[in-house]
């Protein structure tokens, strides 16, 4: 079974504060992805990448930035945090554009 | 801008029965459509999948049916169970500028 390994269950953080979200997955898959869901939102693309080092921008890019340095690792960083960034954060990976395997999520909390 | 809308944000089915889940989109380019299905305290999972070049695809109890001229998509889960229970979201790409996913509100059957 493919894993996708998503570092925190929970993260409560400060106003300001540089926040690191680490993805793994165990299956050498050429995409990850970083997704925020929020109620009434639905699902929204933050960054993907289709490779080492490559990355590209999705819906709502502003406020983060990611790092890909290795092929199974895929992290989202948010430079200062803010109360708007409080939200659940999900990882994927997968082989096919469009059939994802997703991580258990990331509940973050910014005060 | 929304482009993969499922308007109804909860639906309450009896066991047995038929639940029907919809979805609508707005880009003519999306030419694959998918549904997920998330329970609490996991990520979302792949349950279902079909290419605009079909209007049916079905897999055990589920099926998805597409209306291409009305942009519309259904999910029909027959019979229900209470292990259904969770959000279903829709989700749709472009396969020819390719690149990503974009999904929908979420139901919550």
């Known amino acids: 079974d493919v894993k996708v390994t998503q570092s925190s269950r929970y993260l409560v953080k400060r106003t300001g504060e540089k926040v690191f979200l680490e993805c793994v997955q165990d299956m050498d898959h050429e995409n990850m992805f970083w997704y925020r869901q929020d109620p009434g939102l639905g699902l929204r693309l933050i960054y993907f990448?289709?490779?080492?080092?490559?990355?590209e921008k999705g819906d709502i890019p502003e406020g983060y930035s990611v790092s890909r340095e290795k092929k199974e690792r895929f992290s989202l960083i948010l430079e200062s945090a803010s109360t708007n960034q409080t939200s659940m954060y999900l990882c994927?990976?997968?082989?096919?554009?469009?059939?994802?395997?997703f991580g258990s999520g990331t509940q973050l909390s910014v005060l | 801008d929304q482009q993969v809308k499922q308007n109804s944000p909860s639906l309450s089915v009896q066991e047995g029965r038929i639940s029907i889940l919809n979805c609508d989109y707005t880009?003519?380019?999306?030419?694959?459509f998918l549904w997920y299905k998330k329970y609490p305290a996991e990520g979302p999972t792949f349950l279902i999948s079909i290419s605009s070049i079909k209007d049916k695809n079905e897999d055990g109890r589920f099926t998805v049916f597409l209306n291409k001229s009305a942009k519309h998509l259904s999910l029909h889960i027959v019979p229900s169970q209470p292990g259904d229970s969770a959000v279903y979201f829709c989700a749709a790409m472009d396969t020819g500028t390719a690149s990503k996913l974009t999904f929908g509100t979420g139901t919550r059957l």
């Open positions: 880009n003519s380019m999306f030419d694959y």
């Open positions: 990448s289709y490779d080492v080092k490559m990355k």
């Open positions: 994927a990976s997968s082989t096919r554009r469009e059939k994802l395997f």
